[in-house]
């Protein structure tokens, strides 16, 4: 008889074996091809004759080691990467749990007992006894159909959307920090302006009162000249307020105290103080950073591996794909095989009784009502939607290269006309003040030329800031550097709380 049971056990067993290596129910996942949405080049300009270089850690490219610190320092402590290393953390122990799915569970009891009773119609006592009860259970479902191995398959796709998703975050944050820091460098530029428009008109102000006392002026004149100062000194305030809002953006970006910030940012005051003090300087001593060595994205189709959020998408279908097998499988049979091994010992006898079990189950689906049919429905009307998702941040990914380049292109183009014009109006400017110092040419007419001058320099100031803000947005909108050229993936064991570590890597050990 035990014979007959051992032959069985290894026929099921390696019936069970032979279904477990059949092929998993469900469809093969493979990755969407390029299709029409994917232009084959660009149709926008490419600045600098598209020159190509690496994308990894763009923002050393604009040579201002006080914006790397900045970025660097964003990405150690904001809690949006910390929440992204969480997000890894625990699509990594989700690939730990349907791995498990695949293994046998065994677990162990053990009892004792200490008891005794007494006798009928006042017998003796029975003495006390003490039993242990101890047993060895096993229990293992065979993935007959593998809709556990498509279960791994999709946590393990969902792991690897988590680390791009990481490293969109990071490439965000990038943005984000360096947009903060041109627009807080822009308006420094904005703020050396009118105090030096301030100057000039207190100035114009004070030779206005004496040709007052001398009698060549009308008092009107004094008023329109006291009048322009306020002017400028309302500007002068207002702008002051716009700074420190960007230094509050600023702040928030990197988590460092605002008067550290602020104390770093005026060690570094001269360039935008000197470039509007100067009247006609050029964009590399406007205090506003541009790239030194801008780069490029080389083909469309290189968005598709470039981009985290495109690749998070990828990875998402992928996963949905795998859960159509999941589906299919549980309206499947399913085969569960349990055992145990249990011993009962009785201490103040020595005996010891042994026992084992062993019991195969099969469940077969019959009647759901429909449930079964639904799931499968549901899981790929699901992938259908990852689907279009994923085409659509393809598109979407595509626009905003094209925006980018054209913004780089225009502002680029537009930057030499605007310097142009901010010296000429300068020079003007100033041989302007010269003759109203003779009395050549009137109040009126130095205010005129004044106002123009001002206005040539806050639109050669913007154009600056455009052309640092087009080359961040083509910067992200190509990717951001996530990946290197050699490759580098997320690898190292990452830190629980985040910091500087975590911000390396997130992910630990590979899957």
């Given at each position: 008889m035990n014979t007959q049971i051992r032959i069985g056990r290894r026929l099921l067993l390696a019936m069970a074996t032979a279904l477990c290596g059949a092929c998993a129910v469900g469809p093969e996942y493979r990755t969407p091809p390029p299709d029409d949405n994917v232009p084959a080049q660009w149709h926008a300009r490419l600045p600098h004759g598209g020159e190509v270089?690496?994308?990894?850690?763009?923002?050393?490219?604009?040579?201002?080691?006080?914006?790397?610190?900045?970025?660097?320092?964003?990405?150690?402590?904001?809690?949006?990467?910390?929440?992204?290393?969480?997000?890894v953390r625990e699509a990594r122990a989700a690939v730990t749990g349907s791995r498990a799915g695949l293994l046998p569970g065994i677990s162990g009891n053990g009892v004792m007992t200490r008891s005794s009773g007494?006798?009928?119609?006042?017998?003796?006592?029975?003495?006390?006894?003490?039993?242990?009860?101890?047993?060895?259970?096993?229990?293992?479902?065979?993935?007959?159909?593998?809709?556990?191995?498509?279960?791994?398959?999709?946590?393990?796709?969902?792991?690897?959307?988590?680390?791009?998703?990481?490293?969109?975050?990071?490439?965000?944050?990038?943005?984000?920090?360096?947009d903060a820091y041109v627009e807080r460098r822009y308006c420094e530029r904005l703020v050396a302006l009118y105090r030096d428009t301030l100057e000039s008109r207190r100035e114009t102000e004070r030779l206005t009162t004496l040709k007052l006392k001398a009698g060549f002026v009308a008092p009107a004149d004094e008023a329109q000249a006291r009048a322009g100062s306020y002017e400028s000194e309302n500007q002068l305030i207002a702008q002051e307020g716009v700074c420190q809002q960007d230094l509050n953006?600023?702040?928030?970006?990197?988590?460092?105290?605002?008067?550290?910030?602020?104390?770093?940012?005026?060690?570094?005051?001269?360039r935008g103080a000197q470039a509007a003090g100067a009247a006609a300087e050029s964009a590399d001593r406007s205090g506003i950073p541009v790239p030194t060595n801008p780069a490029v994205p080389a083909?469309?189709?290189?968005?598709?591996?470039?981009?985290?959020?495109?690749?998070?998408?990828?990875?998402?279908?992928?996963?949905?794909?795998?859960?159509?097998?999941?589906a299919v499988a549980s309206r499947l049979p399913s085969l569960s095989l349990g055992g145990s091994i249990g011993i009962n010992h009785l201490a103040h006898s020595g005996q010891d009784v042994r026992s084992w079990s062993w019991s195969p189950q099969l469940t077969l689906p019959i009647f759901e009502g429909g449930a079964g049919v639904a799931r499968v429905e549901t899981a790929r009307a699901q992938y259908d939607q990852a689907l279009a998702g994923?085409?659509?941040?393809?598109?979407?990914?595509?626009?905003?290269?094209?925006?980018?380049?054209?913004?780089?292109?225009?502002?680029v183009?537009?930057?030499?006309?605007?310097?142009?014009?901010?010296?000429?109006?300068?020079?003007?400017?100033?041989s302007q003040e010269n003759r109203y110092r003779l009395g050549a040419t009137s109040l009126l007419d130095l205010e005129d030329?004044?106002?123009?001058?001002?206005?040539?320099?806050?639109?050669?100031?913007?154009?600056?800031?455009?052309?640092?803000?087009?080359?961040?947005?083509?910067?992200?909108?190509?990717?951001?550097?996530?990946?290197?050229?050699?490759?580098?993936?997320?690898?190292?064991?990452?830190?629980?709380?985040?910091?500087?570590?975590?911000?390396?890597?997130?992910?630990?050990?590979g899957a």
């Open positions: 270089s690496a994308l990894t850690q763009w923002w050393r490219q604009f040579d201002d080691p006080l914006l790397a610190e900045l970025v660097d320092a964003a990405e150690a402590r904001h809690p949006d990467i910390d929440a992204a290393v969480a997000a007494s006798g009928d119609s006042g017998g003796a006592d029975t003495p006390p006894f003490t039993l242990f009860n101890g047993s060895l259970d096993a229990s293992w479902e065979l993935d007959l159909f593998g809709g556990a191995r498509r279960g791994l398959e999709a946590s393990r796709a969902r792991l690897q959307a988590a680390e791009a998703d990481w490293h969109e975050a990071r490439v965000t944050l990038a943005a984000e920090v360096a953006r600023l702040a928030q970006l990197t988590a460092l105290p605002a008067a550290q910030l602020e104390a770093r940012l005026a060690a570094t005051p001269d083909v469309p189709a290189a968005l598709l591996s470039q981009r985290p959020d495109l690749m998070s998408a990828e990875r998402t279908l992928a996963a949905a794909s795998a859960n159509i097998g999941v994923y085409r659509g941040k393809v598109l979407v990914a595509v626009q905003e290269v094209e925006d980018a380049l054209t913004r780089v292109d225009a502002s183009r537009r930057a030499d006309a605007a310097r142009q014009a901010e010296r000429n109006y300068s020079l003007l400017l100033a030329t004044r106002r123009l001058t001002l206005a040539s320099r806050e639109s050669l100031a913007a154009v600056e800031l455009e052309i640092s803000q087009s080359w961040i947005a083509l910067y992200k909108a190509a990717g951001g550097g996530w990946r290197d050229d050699a490759g580098t993936a997320v690898g190292q064991a990452s830190s629980p709380s985040g910091g500087a570590a975590a911000a390396q890597n997130p992910a630990g050990a």
